[in-house]
């Protein structure tokens, strides 16, 4: 392992992933459980079909701004890592690691754990004993305590799996997950195609029909609209990965981001078919109560395309994380040893097997959940200050030339997402008290990996 940092900062990752990986890394991470069952949520705060359509449409073009600001700043700084990689240009390397801190212990950690446990949650009915949630042993740790069962040890398994897979390679990992995205592009298509075309829906649902509601609701669900479209930045962190990644980045979060917006509106378009507006804001699972309107058939269906879905974020928010970790320790801003490539398969292995360790430890902590809670506004805090970075980046750079959407776009986004924020911190202040203080912890972290550096480097 190298020493000092000018050997760290040779390290780089092999260019094995085309537009395809990218794109596919990008369905699989955005389109999960979120879209067949969100839309009840909005329904509620937004009881008006053409309102809620138009939520669908807003938060795809905020999608689409923001991937038009990532691809700008994949051209001018090509580097893994995503927002680390950006706000360190930008902002200097505390802003960086900062943000790569909340990736690491809530944006994708916390996360696999959540997709993980939500899997458990499918599968249960199917395999009551395989996936009992008795608790096996219990691990008494102070403030909290480690519960085994048999649902967490199956749940920790795939997530290792993953882990396994993605360690070994990006040939099997990008075939793994061109697969999974295949697979549940596929049957959308057929649920879409199926209820549109011989479902017995009702177009009258989509007339208003006396239904009000409030400029205020409608600016809070876009909250959760944006929640479900979150994940199509995926490609940015792997761009040191990608051919040509100056321009292949750019077209791979266009084209996934598209494809994503397309899917959610004709899923969206055929719920309000289905179903009455107050019958979708008293349904838990739309996507199921539509499916059986329409063609007879519910949950038997889904819950093989609901697995898949899970299965694929969880294999790209495997590829994606580690990402962010290894950059930062080949910058110096973390544990040097992170920054090991294997010499055998090319992957950022200990980042890969870190991000494995922190997720399975959530797991049998059970405390995603709240972790998720807690930095929730930091996620989107992070992703808005990255836009702001493109107007450092550029003129630090003395990029010339810039057209009115350049300048226009990334404002817009960045603004929207400051207003998510501050309507988090001002709705729920202490939970974004606990959120600041998880990411205050990360200051030593950080202080430690730099002053390690320097004496490994003297």
Known sequence: MPANHQALTRLRLQRKLKVTDGTA???????????????????????????????????????????????????????????????????????????????LIAGFSGAVAANAVALMGYLGPYLPKQISTSPLAIIPLGLARISISRQSLLASAIILLFALIHLLGLGPGKLVQRALAAFVLGAIAVFVVAGFYFGRGSWSHFHASGATFRTRDWLLALIPVMFTYSGWNAAAYVSEEMHDSERSVGTALALGTSIVVLVY???????????????????????????????????????????????????????????????????????????RINPRFHTPDLAILLQAACSVGLVLLGSFEQILIYTGFAITLSVGATATALYVIRRRRKVHGPTLAMLAIPGTFAAVSFLMVANAIYNAPRLSLFGLALIAAGVPVFLFSRRRLARTSS
């Open 265 to 339: 509106l004709a899923l969206n378009t055929l719920y309000v078919l289905a179903i009455s507006m107050p019958e979708m804001g008293a349904s838990i699972n739309v996507a199921a109560v539509a499916m059986q309107r329409l063609v007879g058939a519910g949950g038997n269906y889904l819950v093989p395309v609901l697995v898949i879905a899970l299965l694929g974020a969880i294999s790209a928010m495997t590829i994606a994380g580690p990402r962010v970790y290894f950059a930062m320790a080949r910058d110096g801003v973390f544990l040097p040893v992170f920054a």
């Open 25 to 103: 890394l990008i369905i699989s991470n955005v389109i999960g459980v979120g879209i067949f069952t969100t839309p009840a949520v909005i329904a509620k705060l937004v009881p008006h079909p053409g309102a809620m359509l138009l939520l669908w449409v807003a938060g795809g073009l905020l999608s689409l701004a923001g991937a038009f600001t990532y691809a700008e700043l994949a051209r001018l700084c090509p580097e893994a890592g995503g927002e680390y990689n950006y706000l360190s240009h930008a902002f200097g390397p505390l802003a960086g690691f900062l943000s790569g801190w909340v990736s």
